[in-house]
């Protein structure tokens, strides 16, 4: 078996060592945390990302995600570079490819990035090359797609280059499980590919669970998330169902989770946002269709759980009714843009379409989000206004979306005419409407 060819050291005494270099394609939510747990554990860690803007923040050490505060630069010494050059690829001994896998316009998943950072990686790769696909994708992506692109190449997987699949699994802003506490499924196209994948991300990871091939460890983490999107749609079912029978979903799930076994609460929301729960089940439900399967519980819950953006707006229509005024021109403030409370991310928000369905409406829309300052909703530029007694006081309507640490920590419910709240963080009162 060949092994790198610039040091008579195999393989497992570079990582042992810490000799070994270590690269992460892209360096997004996903990509960037890894790098710098991998320098945290003593390694020297290329970045590559086509992004100038990404590459050239993580030489300046500057933040641009929320695990990510600039401190833990600090603690680096230096071992975190990065370059949009996929020439460094040739100097790395094991990299991860972290790029983006989003949904098409048809709803199927887009392995664009994917195929295009495996071709690039196989045109850079060296002998004993460990390249580990951490991406969520498709059933059977590492095996069928990106396997015969290293072959094309004219590398053997499993001699020349080692090839495995890692799931990625962060939970951007969850400060009680990390990287190293969340164990990591690994997987390898063969014995050996495993092997090396496993012994890699041990160096940073508590837990490493191997699985017996790569598309297993592939559709493990698509089950993930379909888990979560079908245990919401159902949260979100019994809200419209209770709404119908005039009681309180939220009281119905506090009862039901007081069972101290067989149930694990989910709650109802403004519909599925971020880009892995609302996505994710997709790709299985794309992949499984081939084979001439319908996935009914992945498409009744992704009915549901689109359809909760509408059932916000006529919550939105109702409270002002109450007032005797319509959609159309009543001010109304939103309260959180982000898909979840305390990130940036409004990839895939519930809150964007909630907004669009409101302006279509006519209504005068603003928004407040600390931590989204601006955005660009069809083609035009909306800002946040800030968190304050005045704007609260001046909207006919408030709509608690997305419940950041500072609307609950800076209350001013007592200003606002009418909250529509989404979240059950409000307290009671008469102006309020839960969903
Ligand atoms: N965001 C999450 O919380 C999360 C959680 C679990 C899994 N994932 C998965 O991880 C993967 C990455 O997601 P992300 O959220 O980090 O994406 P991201 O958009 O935050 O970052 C991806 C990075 O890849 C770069 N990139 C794109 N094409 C490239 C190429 N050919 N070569 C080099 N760099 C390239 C982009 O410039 C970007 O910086 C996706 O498959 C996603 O589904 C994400």
Redesign the pocket.
């Known amino acids: 078996m060949n092994e790198i060819v610039t040091s008579a050291m195999t393989f497992d005494d570079r990582i042992a060592t810490r000799e070994a270099r270590v690269g992460i394609?892209?360096?997004?939510?996903?990509?960037?945390p890894l790098a710098m747990a991998f320098a945290e554990a003593g390694f020297e860690v290329t970045g590559?990302?086509?992004?100038d803007e990404?590459v050239r923040a993580v030489q300046e050490h500057r933040s641009y995600?929320v695990d990510v505060p600039e401190e833990r630069y600090a603690g680096l010494d230096g071992r975190l570079t990065a370059t949009?050059d996929?020439a460094a690829v040739g100097e790395l001994d094991a990299l991860t490819?972290?790029?983006?896998?989003?949904l098409s316009k048809t709803r199927t998943p887009d392995i664009g990035?994917?195929v295009?950072?495996a071709e690039?990686v196989a045109a850079n790769t060296r002998p004993g090359q460990l390249v580990v696909l951490?991406?969520?994708?498709s059933p059977g992506t590492t095996e069928e797609i990106v396997k015969p692109i290293f072959e094309r190449a004219g590398a053997i997987v499993g001699q020349d280059v080692f090839l495995g699949y890692a799931?990625?699994?962060?939970?951007?802003g969850n400060r009680r499980y990390t990287i190293k506490s969340t164990p990591k499924l690994v997987a390898g196209v063969t014995g050996e590919c495993l092997r090396r994948t496993e012994l890699l991300y041990r160096q940073i990871v508590d837990e490493v669970v191997p699985v017996s091939s790569p598309i297993v460890a592939e559709t493990a983490?698509l089950h993930e998330?379909t888990f979560r999107a079908v245990n919401i749609a159902l949260a979100n079912e019994l809200a419209l169902m209770c709404d119908r029978l005039g009681i309180s979903p939220w009281e119905v799930i506090e009862a039901a989770a007081t069972k101290p076994f067989a149930f694990l609460p989910h709650y109802p929301g403004p519909g599925l946002g971020?880009?892995?729960i609302p996505?994710?089940p997709q790709f299985l439900a794309a992949r499984v269709r081939e084979y001439g399967y319908s996935p009914r519980l992945i498409d009744a819950a992704h009915e549901i759980n689109t359809s909760m953006p509408g059932y916000v707006v006529g919550k939105v229509a109702d409270a002002l009714n109450e007032d005797g005024k319509p959609v159309k021109g009543s001010r109304l403030l939103l309260l959180g843009m982000a898909y979840k409370a305390d990130v940036h991310?409004t990839?895939e928000s519930p809150s964007l379409e909630i907004m669009r369905l409101l302006l279509e409406r006519g209504g005068e829309v603003r928004y407040c989000d600390p931590w989204v300052p601006d955005l660009e909703l069809d083609g035009v530029r909306h800002r946040s206004v800030g968190w304050t007694r005045e704007e609260v006081d001046a909207a006919d309507c408030v709509v608690l979306l997305t419940s950041h640490r500072q609307f609950l920590d800076e209350p001013l419910w007592d200003a606002a005419a009418r909250i529509v709240d989404s979240r059950n963080v409000v307290p009671d009162g008469p102006s309020v409407h839960r969903i």
């Not at 951490?134 to 994708?137: D, V």
């Open positions: 394609v892209g360096l997004g939510y996903a990509g960037l590559v990302d086509l992004s990404r995600l949009t996929y490819i972290c790029v983006p896998t989003p990035y994917v295009s950072a690039s951490q991406s969520t994708t799931p990625e699994r962060v939970d951007p983490k998330n971020g880009d892995c996505v994710v991310d990839r």
